[in-house]
């Protein structure tokens, strides 16, 4: 396995959290995360929604690696990917020939969806 770095190359993780239904970032041995990507499941389907980097750590390509390994873990366990989150849609945009997971952008249909499902999880 390959150690992830950022801009500067400091070594950052990736973990996801299936409880609370999100993945995250954080500095290697650090006590907090510095960003987050949130998803929920959707008809077979992992919806990623939402994601924030702290400000404090905007512009050392924090995101970029949280939504990559994300999308690879979940490729990895066989999960069709549906980006509602615009970063992670402008990623696939940019990266989806280089992405060999089963991805969708969603229609107007999956958004209706969406919300319900958002508004059961009390989100």
Avoid at 94 to 115: C, I, S
Wanted: charged letters at 25%.
């Amino acid at each position: 396995m390959s150690t992830l770095t950022d801009k500067n190359g400091e070594a950052v993780e990736v973990f996801k959290d299936p409880e609370h239904g999100y993945f995250a970032i954080a500095y290697a041995g650090a006590d907090s995360v510095a960003g987050y990507t949130q998803y929920l499941p959707m008809n077979g389907e992992r919806v990623f929604f939402h994601t924030v980097i702290g400000e404090e750590y905007e512009g050392r390509g924090l995101a970029s690696i949280l939504i990559k390994k994300a999308l690879e873990d979940t490729d990895a366990e066989g999960v069709p990917i549906l980006a509602v989150c615009p970063f992670v849609s402008a990623w696939l945009k940019k990266h989806g020939e280089e992405f060999d997971g089963v991805w969708r952008l969603p229609n107007m249909d999956d958004l209706r969806a969406f919300q319900k499902v958002m508004q059961e999880a009390g989100i």
